[in-house]
């Protein structure tokens, strides 16, 4: 019995992104406090590891209450205010951990509330993908149905982060993505209306055994009619469906995944350009230049020489 665990999209897409949780830190509060984050560049994740707080968002109607347990990703570029009081006047971020080699802070007394937090870096070539396809805030309860995976894993990263033991920053690394990852899947799962596009395709079970094929051998000519299969679906269904879940043909997903995987690979590997068409099932040079071109408005080589920018 082989043992490799294949791949599945949303990690091809989540390697394609470059997504890497970073555990910035963290802070301890108590009595009556608020603290202004500025707008994030980033995604950014919080886990409130004790107590309760409020947050709020500019433009969002009304502070959110926030339970101990609770985790929670902010992918919009707007500031936010975490409180005990969502009327006590917030002091900035950047005061607070100005200088802070310990990457905490401690306001008050420090008992009422515990809070660990980060960023997910993103390859500066796709971080759009990400971020686009997801709402401003995803808010986890602790008592959510799917939540105890997460409690798990925060209460081991909060234990690595204050051990101080040998490998901890990486195990804290590993632990923060792991998070990061059951919550899309929670997001996923949770019902919410996510809109058409790449992150709504791969969480629809219909089309997933499609998606797996085409992902797992990008350079083959699949048909409509095995994907349709592999689905169980007649090929008519099939395209209705994965175009009202994608907003795109099947097909037309084949072409930019394989263009995903294209711009990546000039960056990261020294291939010829030749090779790479080959792999990507183009049967010449010309045809995949023609495509790429079409799909990243420059050529392979130009798109090699110049990275991301261009």
């Not at 009327?87 to 951990?97: H, Q």
């Not at 990457?103 to 993908?129: K, W, Y």
């Not at 105890?148 to 690394?173: M, Y």
């Not at 183009?282 to 023609?290: D, V």
């Amino acid at each position: 019995m082989s043992s490799k665990i294949e791949d599945d999209p949303l990690s091809d897409f989540l390697r394609l992104l470059g997504a890497q949780p970073v555990v910035a830190g963290g802070f301890s509060a108590g009595g009556t406090w608020a603290i202004r984050f500025p707008q994030p560049k980033k995604i950014k994740f919080f886990a409130l590891v004790k107590g309760s707080c409020w947050l709020s968002v500019d433009a969002q109607t009304g502070p959110v209450a926030v339970g101990e347990g609770d985790v929670f990703l902010l992918t919009g570029e707007r500031s936010f205010v975490l409180a005990s009081d969502p009327d006590a006047a917030p002091v900035d971020a950047a005061t607070l951990f100005s200088g802070n080699a310990a990457r905490s802070a401690t306001i008050g007394d420090g008992n009422g509330c515990t809070q660990i937090g980060g960023h997910v870096r993103l390859a500066p070539s796709n971080d759009t993908l990400l971020v686009d396809a997801l709402p401003s805030l995803i808010h986890i309860r602790a008592d959510c149905e799917q939540a105890a995976v997460l409690q798990w894993l925060l209460a081991r990263l909060v234990k690595e982060f204050a051990s101080g033991l040998p490998g901890s920053g990486l195990a804290s690394t590993y632990l923060a993505q792991l998070m990061f990852v059951e919550m899309l899947r929670v997001h996923l799962d949770s019902g919410a209306e996510i809109p058409n596009g790449w992150l709504r395709a791969i969480g629809d079970k219909r089309l997933a055994p499609a998606l797996r094929l085409m992902h797992a051998d990008p350079g083959r000519a699949w048909r409509l009619d095995e994907l349709a299969s592999a689905a169980a679906m007649s090929r008519t269904s099939f395209c209705v469906h994965f175009r009202s879940v994608a907003g795109m043909a099947p097909l037309t997903w084949l072409t930019q995944w394989r263009m995903r995987m294209a711009r990546q690979a000039l960056i990261d590997e020294k291939i010829p350009i030749a090779v790479l068409a080959a792999r990507l099932g183009y049967s010449s040079e010309s045809a995949f230049s023609s495509a790429f071109k079409r799909m990243s408005s420059v050529s392979p080589s130009e798109y090699r020489r110049t990275g991301w920018a261009a």
